[in-house]
């Protein structure tokens, strides 16, 4: 094979790039070719089966109720968020508004696709869940195949769909965004791609902490909550562009560790049609829904391990369960029986449950019209701050998508900045030239180690200062020292430094929360303080000075506030 | 109590059915796991009481009832603790 | 080296292609003279089980490792 370096760049020209196909990025790409544009989605893995949904999924969430006032909702979903990041606003009031208001329409949208929304009766089934059940709808999906179909789609359309290309960074000029240069996993060739509109759906922040971070609400034999090909690539390279962040500090850093344990995960087996896995203490307790500081309380009084079970499921539920994990993961249906797992008789042990936990609101800023605030670059599903889940993610990619028509035709004919590309394109390629170098996941560990042990559950100013300056002898030493000997690896080099990127901001957003609430624990501070409450971390790099502020997120608008359902 | 930790031989005692039924297709089929899953997995529904809204009101029912019975121990354990200023 | 989530029966095996088409995690090279699939990134499988589940021979035998346990 040619090596990387003597291969012809691959040059693409484009209305829309896509970044990511997943389970957000398939309906942007679709509802934008769908739309007249031509369209190219860039995949790192494989399109039919990459992303959160790769393997399937069972429920979606964000639906709104019928018969509540779209204002009402907001405050609902606020409030979730509220419980795991404590009292506050975290993000625009206007997203999840957006959102509401047109998940409906989204759904339409998604059987237009060729979605399957209906259950086995050929209904919609909405999960019964008691908790939530006067706050917002969660439809029930048989969604094994849901990437492979939403591929087809996609392709059929006409889409121009690159698998295993990963962005590399995007190209700006005058201040907005003209396209991105990329680059094959396989073969290594580089791509540069011009673009009226790139679209980032490359997922949430992950693998940024040691592994055996579960998600909170679910079960598990140590599950971990993203795939391993999510690190956060579109949010570091929008950063580098100059776009915004916002809460970097308490967003989603899901721990995942690329050499670690099987997750088996039993889908919505925690609120499954009414009833949930119930928490107990070692010794049988039954305790409520678990929150970090719940966690270490509990854990002080020797209270601890905290394990799920679904030993009073009905076999009825039981059987639920079954169909629920095939949905989402198949193998794990096989894979319990290695681990000896009876759901009726054993139960998993919660992991440690780190505060850093999330609810997936850090990532790229954007407003109503999912532009973030560079010009040209929009952001949809989990890579948005403010989105999570998987139903958000479709509802707010053809959101997005049925506006970008009126983008791309209001942008100008974009000029690539050649010395953009050739900057990018060195800066890439260069582990490949790196003999007796550092490989990338060593440096990738050594990242989140310091993550995991100088932030980690209890943070404090001394921790979190020695962790910037491991951080940053650890880029200097080591950052151009990564070495690639292939094109896969080349891949993992860019992780790495993506990764580094993203944490070295929110050890700078920790540092400045001077104050512990809800799943953010300080030592230093162990008092909710009043004077951030709904003031969020805002981060961006201008003129190659980081920046970062602290400032409200915008409220509901009047007009939205005021209007009824 | 059910006791978490592994006891001895209990690897391979329990399959769910559902996986059973799955690898027992594919292999009739000599079909890939996600094909048999296909055709297994809308057969197996049909056991399930989705539909029965009274049926699951119940299960509802006592699993509330139950976890309200459970929940005393903690709930007294966090009232001690609250006195005790922990 | 680590031990592998997944091992190839290259008896079973018919060169499709399938699981180094599709793994999320690009696991998998492919031996073009034997033309069977190599399990060359061992360490960053996760086991999400998709090239297990849509194996047309069923040739990939998934199992638990020590350091994953």
Known sequence: MMAAQEMKDKLVDTDVLVVGGGIAGCPTAYKAAEKGLRVTLIEKSKTERSGHAGAGIDTLLGWPLLDVPLPKQVKNWEGRVEWINGKGRFCDANIPYTIYKGAYWALEEAEKMGLDMTWHNGQIHWNRNRFWEDQERQMCVHWMDVKPQMARAVHKKGVEVLDRVMLVDLLTNKGRVVGATAVNTRTGQFLVIKAKAVVVASGPLARSYDPEQPLFYKYKMKYHGAPGAIAGDGLAAGYRAGAELANMDVGNCWGFRLRDEITVPYGQMVHRDGISGRWRTWDGMMIPFLTAPLYTKLERMGRDPIYVDTIHFPEDYQARCEVALADERLVSLMACAQRGFDPHTHRWELMVNMPHNFTTICGLVIDETFQTTLKGLFAVGDAASGLASCGPGIQSAFLCADGLPAAVSEASEPVLDEGQVESQKKSAFAPLAVKDGTEPMEFECAVRWINSRYVGEFKSEGKIREGLKRLDSLKRRFLPELMATNPHYLMRCLEARNLLELTELHLRGCLERKESRGNYMRTDYPETDPARDDMVTYQSVKSGQPILEIRKPPALKPEYAEEAN | MPDPVAEKGYEKEFEFPLWLLVKERADQKDISYYSAAREVVPEYMKRIRYDDEKFEDLVIENAMKEAEEEMKAFKSLMAQSEKRGS | ?69
Do not use: F, H
């Not at chain 3, 080296?1 to 690009?26: F, V």
């Not at chain 3, 998998?28 to 190599?38: H, I, L, S």
């Open chain 3, 1 to 69: 080296m680590a031990t592998s989530i997944t091992r190839i029966d290259n008896e079973r095996c018919t060169g499709c292609q399938t699981c180094y088409d599709l793994c999320p995690q690009d696991v998998y090279t492919w031996d073009d003279e034997q033309d069977r699939p190599v399990v060359a990134y061992a360490e960053e499988c996760w086991g999400c089980g998709v090239c297990w589940a849509e194996c047309p021979k069923r040739a990939i035998e998934y199992t638990i490792p020590a350091a994953l346990w």
